[in-house]
């Protein structure tokens, strides 16, 4: 059984997986705060947006280049949720091979996500989320 905040999570996927970016976007805060790595730039730091508006650009982006996530974990803890995601073919762009994976942690608020943050490893990740 999962929570609130890790339903929300799954149903914003699940739009986004059916390629519905405009329902994704009804779960996502309009001030969102989102980092990010460029795949383009390798060790690069992360990079940082603010709005609804960029995600969608850059998830459309996205799928011009004919990269779709396939969530494969998602971990609960609280505010925060923990999303492994398996995208075939994000290594070719992005100097780092991880297996085609990446880690984020959602944050939501009365029931909007309002903070998305790209990790580098599940380490990070986990730890991002609070999870021992």
């Known amino acids: 059984m999962c929570n609130q905040n890790e ?3 799954r149903e914003a996927f699940l739009a986004y997986n059916r390629g519905d970016v405009t329902r994704m976007m009804d779960y996502v805060d309009p001030d969102l705060d ?3 790595f460029d795949p383009g730039l390798g060790e690069a ?3 940082t947006c ?3 508006g ?3 650009k850059a998830l459309r982006r996205q799928a011009e280049r004919g990269l779709r996530a ?3 974990e998602v971990i609960a803890a609280g505010d925060r949720v923990m999303l492994v995601m398996r995208t075939p073919g994000v290594d070719e762009y992005r100097n780092q091979q991880a ?3 990446t ?4 944050t939501l608020r009365n029931g909007l996500i309002v903070g998305l943050h790209a990790c580098r490893d599940r380490t990070e990740a986990r730890s991002l989320a609070g999870i021992s």
């Open 70 to 72: 396939e969530l494969e």
């Open 99 to 101: 297996g085609n994976r």
């Open 34 to 36: 989102w980092t990010y």
């Open 7 to 9: 339903w929300i999570v």
């Open 54 to 56: 960029e995600l969608e």
């Open 45 to 47: 730091e992360p990079q």
């Open 103 to 106: 880690y984020d942690i959602v």
């Open 50 to 52: 603010h709005g609804r």
